[in-house]
């Protein structure tokens, strides 16, 4: 009985160590699900409150096209900095691209730094033809310690192109 009894303490020192050790592993790191919907921490505010509507450094989240409006729209008006990113090739946006989007095709966006956006600390609002490469884009960006909301795809977008 005494074995029984030593071993379910072990067993269960053992389980509270593995999700101690997985805890302090993730640091609270943010998740992407399969759906490509951002999983955030809190991130704190300069008063040290939680911010749950701020996602962390190095993130992604898809949002929809209205939301990505409304806040582009607000940065605009508060004079807060942000990239609009277009991530087609070059006729396509050149045939048609949301105004004020910068260009810089997925294919071209690697593991390092693109020079195009020199700052990590301005969120990027990205997208592209239906929202493919645009998730392709977000992924490779957040890796690189960019804060992106993925709109998704410009053959949805009510808001008015140029050409």
Not at 60 to 85: C, H, N, W
Request: hydrophobic letters at 35%; charged letters at 20%; glycine letters at 8%.
């Amino acid at each position: 009985m005494k074995r029984v009894l030593l071993c379910c303490a072990l067993l269960g020192a053992l389980v509270l160590a593995a999700v101690a050790c997985k805890s302090i592993a993730s640091g609270g790191a943010s998740s992407t699900t399969a759906t490509g919907e951002q999983n955030k921490p809190s991130s704190s505010t300069s008063d040290g409150n939680a911010d749950p509507e701020q996602p962390t450094k190095g993130s992604y989240e898809t949002i929809p096209q209205d939301r990505a409006k409304s806040e582009m729209d607000a940065l605009s008006a508060e004079g807060k900095p942000f990239v609009l990113l277009d991530v087609r090739r070059l006729d396509e946006y050149n045939e048609s691209h949301i105004p004020g989007a910068l260009l810089l095709p997925n294919e071209l966006i690697g593991t390092t730094r693109p020079q195009e956006l020199p700052n990590l600390d301005v969120p990027i609002y990205l997208y592209c033809r239906s929202g493919r490469r645009s998730l392709e884009a977000a992924k490779k960006l957040a890796a690189m310690g960019y804060t992106v909301y993925d709109f998704g795809g410009i053959i949805d977008w009510q808001y008015g192109t140029v050409s």
